[in-house]
């Protein structure tokens, strides 16, 4: 039911920062900010995919996933309440907001917002990047990859998977974690979970370039300005993609990346990988706790 990730957002204290990150690290451009001073990014024709909302605390807000129109979205949001949700629709200004056509949401049993929507507001003028870069690969395979962390991995894959329609890629053990990674499109994984019991959260937004160089001269700024990297310069076992982690000004981390292998050059039948990476993706001299994490289930205020 869902063909791609098509927009994120997330909430932070640190928004702003975001207006000189993006460009300059990231190299997205700004887009006009939105209600409450988020900060607004573009990767390719979008008008928006990344959204930063002032907040008092870092988190991810929603994920935003694209269905294939008025029809899908409807058959998705009857599956959903079947399945005993409650799937809000119909609201027009939210639409406006998020820059789709329409859409519905509803919170997962781990507390996540999706967002289901259809019609993304495009602009054929195009992409200019807030530094010279190549470009970011989207098109079929959406934005990118959301990496979420997840107390209970049975409880998620049968939601993500049967609910959701995510299919299996594969797995990796890293140190001794489970990290299971799933597709909706060509991508090699639009969604992964990591297990860790007791913990929700968040973990990284993958950014792919068309291009090894953006890659290396991204990591090069990163170097330059001082920016804490959660993993150094490597290419994972399965995706086989070239990539770092860099820590956002929001807690989270992003994966800068190229040369992610399509599913279909995958075997069908889902691999398992004792190591994430053939080389590099080391932890740097004072390894950062990755990502956002949160007791599960939240502790009684
Ligand atoms: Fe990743």
């Not at 300059?24 to 995919?49: F, W």
Request: proline share 8%.
């Amino acid at each position: 039911m869902i063909e791609a990730l098509d927009y994120i957002g997330f909430r932070s204290p640190n928004a702003a920062e975001w207006e000189t990150f993006g460009p300059e690290v990231l190299g997205v451009q700004l887009a006009a900010p939105g209600p409450g001073g988020a900060v607004r990014m573009r990767v390719d024709d979008a008008a928006h995919r990344l959204t930063i909302h002032p907040g008092d605390a870092d988190d991810l807000a929603y994920l935003g996933w694209g269905v294939r129109g008025p029809a899908a979205l409807a058959d998705a949001a009857a599956r959903l309440e079947a399945e005993g949700l409650d799937v809000r629709r119909g609201d027009a200004g939210l639409a406006a907001e998020r820059g789709v056509t329409e859409l519905a949401w509803f919170t997962d049993l781990f507390g996540f917002r999706h967002e289901l929507a259809w019609g993304q507001l495009t602009e054929p003028a195009g992409f200019r990047p807030g530094r010279p870069l190549s470009g970011f690969l989207t098109g079929g395979q959406g934005l990118g990859h959301a990496v979420l962390i997840v107390p209970d991995l049975d409880a998620a894959e049968a939601f993500y998977g049967r609910v959701m329609g995510f299919r299996v890629s594969d797995q990796i053990d890293m140190h001794g974690v489970p990290v299971r990674f799933y597709h909706c499109n060509g991508r090699h994984h639009s969604l992964a979970l990591v297990h860790v019991p007791g913990v929700v959260g968040y973990h990284h937004l993958m950014l792919e370039t068309t291009a090894l160089d953006d890659v290396g001269t991204a990591y090069d700024v990163v170097l330059e300005r001082g920016i804490p990297l959660a993993m150094t310069l490597g290419r994972h076992t399965n995706d086989l993609m070239t990539s770092f982690y860099v820590r956002t000004p929001s807690g989270f981390e992003i994966e800068y990346g190229y040369g992610g292998v399509p599913i279909a050059d995958t075997p069908p039948s889902p691999r398992a990988f004792a190591k994430t990476s053939i080389w590099g993706h080391h932890f740097p001299g004072e390894p950062l706790l990755p990502g956002i994490a949160k007791p599960f289930p939240q502790e009684e205020q």
